[in-house]
């Protein structure tokens, strides 16, 4: 388990997971006078308890805030680690769609060691901006869903300049839109931008500044360019992603997401519905080789 983590502003630290592939994601600890907020929770139960074991030595208050930037498990399932009473915010249709989704994540990937997973969804929802104090900081969250799913939020600092951008944002790390929208993510990189920060801390992969805003805007016009041509060409998302060359985008982790990401701006193209999640999941390894994805939660 590598983890670093980075001052990258007064009493603000990026908790960053290497490698940052599948479910090794990255966390937020923002320390206030009598606590911390903690933006989102981790994969597993022992990744979320040694970030708890953080925010313990980093924040000398009881206070304890959880934001979550969307319901995927790898940003939520840590949420129980968290003492009762902790308020645990997200947008208003998260806790629905986390708790229909339940613990399917943990299925894909049965080998790992997840730990003793309880939901705990979130306690305090709002639909489009809240902006809380923690300590004397201001912290402003912001839905810009649908992206990487239909209700993405993200926690801007404005006075520091420093924004966790869940999995809006990828760093080295293919971005993933199949419970989203390309375009919207598209829409939503393009308000990140408008916010000037100069730390970016993404979902996944390492602290960076805001040139990771124009490589994820880069891979996913390329997408739509790619699904573009497969409509002429009559070609599925798989085949066109195994005719695709990569490119500039060779090195990012997790070139299977392709796949993914061609069904869903395939889909925007010529309107519909994307498939089942599973059925695409099952073309990402057969893209692979026929190996499931690395997973190394």
């Known amino acids: 388990m590598t983890v670093e983590v980075r001052e990258v502003a007064d009493g603000v630290y ?15 600890i ?15 139960i022992p990744r ?32 129980q680690v968290f003492p009762p009473g902790t308020r645990i915010i997200a947008h208003e249709d998260m806790r629905s769609v986390m708790v229909t989704t339940g613990l399917a994540l943990t299925g894909l990937w049965p080998r790992v060691d997840w730990g003793e997973i309880e939901l705990r969804p979130p306690n305090v929802t709002f639909r489009d901006r809240l902006t809380l104090q923690v300590g004397e900081r201001q912290v402003e969250l912001i839905c810009v869903g649908p992206a990487h799913t239909g209700h993405d939020v993200v926690v801007w600092l404005p006075e520091e300049r420093v924004l966790f951008a ?16 390309v375009a919207g993510t598209l829409a939503a990189l393009d308000r990140l931008a408008e916010l000037e920060p100069e730390v970016v801390v993404g979902g ?33 998302p798989l085949q066109a992603a195994r005719r695709a060359d990569l490119g500039a985008f060779a090195d990012l982790l997790d070139a299977e997401r392709l796949v993914a990401n061609l069904h869903r701006a395939h889909e925007e193209l010529l309107g519909g519905h994307v498939r089942d999640a599973m059925e695409i999941f099952a073309e990402l390894v057969a893209y692979n080789g026929g190996q499931l994805p690395t997973c190394l939660a």
């Open 14 to 28: 990026a908790y960053e997971q290497a490698p940052g592939g599948w479910c090794v994601s990255n966390a937020g």
């Open 30 to 44: 923002v320390v206030g006078g009598d606590g911390a907020l903690v933006v989102d929770t981790l994969s597993t």
């Open 48 to 79: 979320a308890r040694r970030l708890a074991e953080w925010v313990d030595k980093l924040a000398a208050g009881p206070g304890r805030t959880v934001v979550n930037t969307h319901f995927h498990g790898d940003h939520a399932f840590g949420n």
């Open 166 to 181: 869940g999995d809006i944002v990828m760093s080295g790390v293919t971005p993933f839109a199949l419970f989203g929208s």
């Open 204 to 236: 996944h992969g390492p602290v960076a500044g805001p040139e990771v805003i124009d490589a994820n805007r880069d891979y996913l016009r390329w997408v739509q360019r790619l699904a573009a041509d497969a409509v002429d060409r009559r070609l599925t």
